[in-house]
């Protein structure tokens, strides 16, 4: 629910309700042991980071889900979280 939440206030443009959902997403995720659940929602902060133009948290973020991906041998997410890290680098002027 917090994930559907997240993607209709992401839609809106209401990046920081759309992040305090995404976050308690992550968070059951975290509790449940669902990684994958935390760490879609986790990449869908740094999207929400991303998109406010806060380009060093957005960074931070996806650095972070990026071992999560991998130790999950998600590999469709993991282009996901890299698709973001390359948002950030191009935003930055880093093609």
Known sequence: VH???GQLAL?????????ASFELAALV???SGDRMREAIARNN????WWSEGE???A???FRAVLPMR?????RVGEGYTL?????????????
Do not use: C, F, I
């Not at 902060?45 to 929400?48: A, K, P």
């Not at 991998?70 to 998600?74: I, M, Q, W």
């Not at 698709?83 to 093609?95: A, D, F, K, R």
């Open 3 to 5: 994930a559907w939440l």
């Open 11 to 19: 839609s809106e443009h209401r990046y920081a309700e759309a992040r």
């Open 29 to 31: 995720g975290r509790e």
């Open 45 to 48: 902060v740094g999207q929400t």
């Open 55 to 57: 380009l060093p948290k």
């Open 59 to 61: 960074e931070a973020e």
């Open 70 to 74: 991998g130790e999950l041998k998600d």
């Open 83 to 95: 698709m973001g890290l390359g948002q950030v680098y191009w935003s930055q002027g880093n093609p």
